[in-house]
């Protein structure tokens, strides 16, 4: 969490306007962007299409291919090889990553949303809210984001939902913060301070001023978000927190048993960990690239 | 200097005030409340009560929680309801080992990451520069129990170079006064130790230490790509300083700075990963101690560790921003 | 621009490739080679001798006192420093002379005469003697407050009934076969009972009758301490921490909590005394860890290998693999309380619905054999006609329109975690097997999982899951010890009051003639497996991992294993 949060600090909160137009402009000639829509691309592609693309049910078991232990490797039937109870891998990583998009999608929302209320409540009311708002932030920041998550998920129970919103929980103070810095520089904007002497109501310059022009680090940081939800939720679905169901195929969970097997088969930890692997890549490349062009600062040396 | 120091020690009590009411309050929303928590299945409402009157959870939640903050400040954090043992002392001896392999994962991505950072903005837009910018993208792309399976099924089960699990080997017999292996087996002048101890830390912190390598490289690199084009060192260059002495006096020095913010920021996240690291290590740190304890609903431990692990990471960050102060002559704090 | 972007696609394809690669790398080249460091270094030191062993377990032991633990890690260490009167062929379950050379049963079967062994002392020079072994014998009975805590003193409970005042909420039986221990004379013990018991005998084999020395019970205070609502004791004395006295061939040195146990060689052993110098016992718990400490040559023996890892061992010429003969059953317990399992077609349908010939064959690398009564053929009163249910989804569904309930029949399914058990190496792996074949035959599962402890099996005991994964380990060659265990009275777990089953099972235990009593439990096996109180499924051969040269090691399949006969080749 706190990666985002650093590289967060990094970003200019101004974005001139026609800024857009020029940022797309840059994102399209940035390789590193480029590579990381294409495996982004592939990553929803494959959610969505997972009925078509997997070649068998990701729950069917097929206990006679494993009888003479456990689990064969990759072959020309099973392309990535069974997992403990004969069920192919391939299938499984591919319907794997439906939760890993949802699990992410869900979980940032949460925790953008409320962060996105709270951080715009403090920097715009100020005063007494704010500093409520902001101590609780910090509180919650000084729990390690993990423990944190964990600590939730007991409150809970163990469950798909429950990692979602646990997940999404930890990452309200990163967003609460980011909104605040930049309504509190927007505020002092001539054009704030203009639409105020007009006599626009407060809540009409926040909705129309305001947080428009804060969004484009939202975005950068919510692209980031995304790939430590994945992460965190799979480390959570590692440490048995996540599915009740076990046969779900998601990756963290598939990750849980595998060091059991290790020795002989190897390939049920390595799979799924390359699958989580490429999709957090896709989204931190996205995630820099966007930076990069829509920070003023990276403008002209690209 | 001072005051600012002063004022930043009077802002962490209303945040382990806050700290301390939230992990008090989260073990009371437990589902069906802390003594069913701890009985788990067996509970009937006679024991549950029984349990209640015990712990006086049958008295109103503020008198609950200023007896609480009373015992807690006299030091006494209760017992381990698994071993019975006091979960100060306790503490005392997984506390090394988790700080051990933090501090081993921290010099590992400092000595391998600011250098390559380092060279990659000298050498910008070179081959190494992309290599790294790449490797390093991988590097927080990766999740650490990931990494830490991977590398001890290539090195410790392949290999057989560096052992699998634990601190120590069991033959090697040293007394732990301070609980730091490497310490000990140093003070205890056992060379055969001190390897043993070194070989068992290797994996564990190299994959501990690679997301926080990977962060430093790339801000190590921002930040010389920054203070490179500054008027201060063109300066400096114009006027004739050789290389070294430019690299070595202004920019290394400036770019410091927010690689040490970094390294607080950093804290929080090795916590995190040292929860996982030690699970596949079996590394006998708080990280696991907490993990067993939240299985165990092991009320005492949990709530002392949180508390511990927050202390430590805002004593931490406090220390960077005052060692921040010190090194940027730029900024006075009033 | 292009060139920059297509090094930096390349370099990033690159790099991943090689990540992966690194990671599959050496799959063909089969592990193991790490392990030939080896074993032999180890047994330096004091030369000539017979070396240091170490044995991994899963586990450190609770307290070194069999009178009040029953788990296996404290009994394996247990079994090296005490003795019982009675004791067994090695790898086998007839009883044997013990530090009891002869008993006999007087007519009325209410009392056993000891003759002792002589020339027997204690590790701390106290003499054995008649009188030694009835200061345990009314240790053990006049147990008070906590201690009657049933699973704090499960065996003295399960064989002996109560104490000499029981507490009415202790949950033990009220009624006491426990009468007296009387030391006739030096080297006679008269042991009597209330009325006769046919299981007490080879009870007496269990590591948790074994005699400790009087004077160190009495002077490290193994009666200080507390045992908790999960059974657990706390000692607050030193005895079963740090000196725990008995007869046995090896002595206690140290013990570091979750890093080692020291034991040495007893030197004035009354016995054969044990080859080997040093014994030290290390807990391990991740499977994976004990193999790989194993093969790096840092331990030179463990327990509970688990199947898939049998062939890596076999494969390995470092290393071998012992076998305990099958003991235990696997079997997925049924809870009557919970509607409708109550009917028996339903209990049927789900008997059909298993493919427990599969889950065995794929599950247990041909170390198990499918269950087809809840005690392994090798115990008395096995009976080989009890009613077999064949897998067979489509007459699992039609039982299940008999029963008239809705289907799919959705019911709630538990299964542990952190645990591996020989029965259930794997539990998860057995759930998700067995709960794809249900669903397929006409039942929605819903998953449960709780880790072992200390939520599974309070969860079980409780009465909360009406399906369920358990088994059982024989703790002595005794059907009571099996059938006797899950259904001679009621139990919250099966959920049922089968006074049939419940009669016979009484009658069984009552009876002192060998075959009248063999024939009672093959009747009740059979009413058993007609009433169909859960559907077992497995029994199988547990296997031990050992470096090659260590030699002499003989599996027991009870467990009680000692290693006084094991010696280290060079």
Known sequence: MSVVELEAREITLEPPSGLWNEAWQRLRRNPGAIVGFGIVFAFVVVAIFAPVIAPSDPRAQNLSLIREGCCPGPSADYWFGVDALGRDEFSRVVYGARYSLLIGVVSVTVGLSVGLVLGSLAGYLGGIVDTVIMRLMDIMLSIPGLLLAIGIVAMLGPGLFQIMIAVGVTQIPIFARLLRGSILAQRENDFVLAARSVGVPRRQILASHILPNAISPVIVQGTLALATAIIDVAGLGFLGLGPQDPATPEWGTMLTGTTRYLQTAPHLAIIPGVAIVFSVLGFNLIGDGLREALDPKFRGRA | ?334 | MRGKSFSLLLLLVTMLLALGLAACGGDDDDGGEAADTGAADTDGGDGGGGGTLVFAGAADPVVLDGALVSDGESLRVIDQIYESLVSLEPGTTELAPGLAQSWELSDDGLEYTFELQEGVTFHDGEPFNAEAVCFNFDRWYNFTGSFQNPSASYYWQTVFGGFAETDPDSGAPEESYFESCEAVDEGTVIIRLTSPSSAILGALSLSNFSIASPAALEEFGADEGEVDDEGIFHPTGTFGTEHPIGTGPFKFVSWTRGDRLVLERNEDYWGEPASIDELIFRPIADNAARLQALQSGEIQGYDLVEPQDVPTIEGDENLQILDRPAFNVGYVGINQAHAPLDQLEVRQAIAAALNRQEVVDSFYAGRGVVAKEFMPPEVIGYADDVTEYEYDPATAEQLLQDAGVETPLEITFCYPTDVSRPYMPDPQRNFEAFAASLNEAGFAIKPRSAPWSPDYLGLVDEGKCPLYLLGWTGDFGDPDNFIGTFFQTAQKAWGFENQEIFDILNEAEAETDLEAREGLYQEANRLIMDFLPGVPYVHTEPALAFAANIQGYVPSPVSLESFASVTIEE
């Open chain 2, 1 to 334: 200097m001072l005051r600012f120091v002063v004022r930043r020690l009077l802002l962490l009590i209303p945040i382990l005030l806050g700290l301390s009411i939230l992990v008090f309050l989260w073990i009371r929303a437990l589902p069906g409340g802390p003594a069913e928590a701890l009985l788990g299945e067996r509970a009937t409402p006679e024991t549950v009560a029984a349990i209640e009157r015990q712990y006086g959870l049958d008295e109103p939640v503020p008198v609950q929680y200023w007896r609480y903050v009373k015992t807690v400040t006299r030091g006494d954090f209760g017992d381990s309801t698994v071993s019975r043992r006091p979960v100060v002392e306790e503490f005392k001896q997984k506390f090394p080992a988790t700080v051990e392999l933090a501090v081993a994962a921290m010099l590992f991505s400092l000595l391998v990451g600011i250098p390559l950072g380092f060279f990659a903005a000298k050498k910008y837009g070179s081959f190494f520069d992309h290599a790294s910018l790449v490797a390093s993208l991988i590097g927080i792309s990766i999740p650490v129990f990931f990494l830490a399976i991977i590398l001890k099924y290539i090195f410790a089960v392949k290999l057989g170079w560096l052992p699998t699990v634990g601190r120590i080997s069991v033959l090697i017999d040293v007394d732990h006064p301070t609980n730091f292996y490497v310490l000990d087996a140093i003070l205890a002048g056992n060379w055969e130790a001190f390897v043993d101890t070194l070989k068992h830390l290797v994996l564990p912190a190299i994959a501990l230490g690679s997301i926080p390598l990977a962060v430093i490289a790339r801000i190590t690199r921002a930040a010389v790509l920054d203070v490179q084009n500054e008027d201060y060192v063109r300066t400096a260059r114009a006027k004739g300083v050789s290389p070294a002495t430019v690299d070595r006096r202004h920019i290394f020095r400036n770019a410091m700075l927010p690689i040490s913010t970094i390294i607080g920021l950093q804290t929080g996240l090795l916590l995190s990963g040292a929860v996982l690291t030690e699970t596949v290590f079996a590394w006998p740190g708080i990280g696991t101690w907490l993990v067993d304890a939240i299985d165990a609903r092991n009320f005492p431990v949990i709530q002392a560790g949180v508390l511990f692990i927050s202390i430590v990471f805002v004593l931490v960050n406090l220390l960077v921003d005052i060692s921040y102060a010190l090194i940027n002559p730029r900024i006075r704090y009033s």
